[in-house]
């Protein structure tokens, strides 16, 4: 059976915490040791231009983040580890997407919306001021990142889970209009992983500033987890291990006996002091071996640089040939290029039914991206059977009133509706 291939990206805008490393880049080390995936792994540093208009800030973060995943064990005989502006394939790429994604699309991503919605709430009557081209875009250069290595699965937080539903409508289309070159994309959602407390309690962010850098000094590991809030129960009175942020910091490092230890001692009093004592030892003794081999790291850039660099290599061997595919399918060839004569049955026979299913799935899902306003109309209805009869009699006699092409597309947007709405017609 042929291997699934994951793919993972890491925005290059700040330094690697706790957070990041038991949602993200501990799960994806761990799969670049065995051999049950093709992994691909990239600094996204075209993404961090999208927030992030700080060179020097971009460029530290690409270091650190590089040295990070090497000094915690990323195998890069087996994982291809690479930086995205290595690879001119996939902005290339990108472009071509971009002229298949509708900008109607583009104009329901979390994102875009929520900077129109900050902008209405303020007042401000160019509901667009602030909006750059690339954070309106991002979602196509990140279905770009995806489908030019033909990912199937996409570790991602609950907030990329539309990205992913974005690169599937667009891979869609591009199959359905060109060849089927590219494969549907899977979200894989790590609950676990969506729940590291920050100093705070609340979910571990650079944007709360709540983060523990990763590789910290010891002293000023110590310093950070002496600010972790607790309550005010003194010691000797019995606490509760499963809301407290240093239990969980504690269990997300521990095996199971560890994990029971240190929950006994919470059950029995522990001082919130000895408490973090505690954990500021334990994590040490976890972090201090990797945390020497970055420090080497980031003292011999030169080395780092190559690594990646190879990655870029291999990277390349799979994106060129690709977009060479690519390109031919979109008409973009050379002169002299003369496409391989097939009698016409043997092309209809080639076109399996495995491709004919993706290319009619993608048409499906573009079309019930438009209809998600109806859609979510009658759900939120009180009277969810009038809403949704009412709507299709309107799309009826929208379809009646129109000819030929425009005929033909309302028609298809009615059947969907009538299928999904079938329960309250």
């Known amino acids: 059976m042929e291997k699934k291939t994951v793919l993972t990206g890491i925005t290059t805008t700040g330094t690697p915490h706790i957070g990041n490393y038991l949602g993200a880049i501990k799960p994806a080390i761990d799969l670049s040791h065995g051999d049950t995936y093709n992994n691909f792994y990239f600094l996204a540093d075209y993404?961090?231009?999208?927030?992030?208009?700080?060179?020097?800030?971009?460029?530290?973060?690409?270091?650190?983040?590089?040295?990070?995943?090497l000094a915690l064990g990323l195998d890069t005989d087996r994982a291809t580890f690479y930086r995205q502006t290595d690879v001119p394939e996939i902005t290339e790429l990108t472009w071509i997407l971009t002229c298949m994604c509708s900008k109607g699309?583009?104009?329901?991503?979390?994102?875009?919306?929520?900077?129109?919605?900050?902008?209405?709430?303020?007042?401000?009557?160019?509901?667009?001021?602030?909006?750059?081209?690339?954070?309106?875009?991002?979602?196509?250069?990140?279905?770009?990142?995806?489908?030019?290595?033909?990912?199937?699965?996409?570790?991602?937080?609950?907030?990329?889970?539309?990205?992913?539903?974005?690169?599937?409508?667009?891979?869609?289309?591009?199959?359905?209009?060109?060849?089927?070159?590219?494969?549907?994309?899977?979200?894989?959602?790590?609950?676990?992983?969506?729940?590291?407390?920050?100093?705070?309690?609340?979910?571990?962010?650079?944007?709360?500033?709540?983060?523990?850098?990763?590789?910290?000094?010891?002293?000023?590991l110590y310093k950070l987890i002496k600010q972790i809030k607790t309550d005010t129960r003194t010691p000797g009175e019995p606490k509760d291990p499963d809301n407290s942020t240093i239990f969980q910091l504690y269990s997300c490092f521990a095996n199971e006996q560890e994990r029971l230890a240190m929950r006994q001692q919470f059950e029995n009093g522990?001082?919130?002091?000895?408490?973090?004592?505690?954990?500021?030892?334990?994590?040490?003794?976890?972090?201090?071996?990797?945390?020497?081999l970055y420090n080497e790291l980031m003292n011999d850039l030169g080395s780092v640089e190559e690594v990646l660099l190879k990655g870029a290599e291999k990277a390349r061997g799979v994106a060129a040939p690709m977009m060479e595919q690519v390109r031919i399918a979109a008409g973009i060839r050379p002169l002299t290029y003369v496409a391989e004569a097939k009698p016409e049955e043997k092309q209809k026979k080639e076109k399996s039914a495995d491709a004919i299913a993706r290319a009619e799935e993608g048409r499906r899902r573009g079309i019930l991206m438009q209809l998600k306003p109806l859609l979510a109309q009658v759900e939120a209805a009180d009277d969810k059977a009038s809403v949704a009869q009412t709507i299709v009699a309107e799309k009826i006699a929208e379809v009646e009133g129109l000819k030929k092409k425009a005929k033909q597309k309302a028609q298809n947007e009615l059947d969907i509706l009538q299928e999904e709405l079938a329960t309250y017609l």
Request: net charge negative; with cysteine.
């Open 47 to 69: 993404h961090a231009l999208i927030k992030c208009h700080d060179p020097e800030r971009v460029a530290q973060s690409t270091r650190e983040i590089a040295a990070t995943w």
């Open 105 to 220: 699309l583009m104009n329901r991503a979390h994102a875009y919306k929520a900077s129109v919605d900050a902008n209405r709430d303020a007042g401000n009557a160019d509901l667009d001021d602030g909006v750059t081209m690339g954070l309106f875009s991002y979602p196509i250069l990140m279905a770009a990142d995806i489908l030019m290595f033909n990912a199937d699965l996409i570790p991602v937080g609950k907030d990329q889970i539309q990205h992913i539903e974005m690169a599937r409508d667009v891979a869609g289309r591009f199959n359905h209009t060109y060849r089927p070159l590219f494969t549907q994309p899977e979200a894989v959602v790590d609950e676990q992983t969506q729940l590291i407390p920050g100093l705070d309690g609340r979910k571990m962010s650079k944007s709360y500033n709540n983060t523990i850098p990763l590789f910290s000094s010891a002293d000023e």
């Open 270 to 292: 522990i001082g919130w002091g000895d408490a973090k004592k505690e954990l500021f030892e334990f994590l040490d003794s976890k972090l201090s071996a990797p945390r020497v």
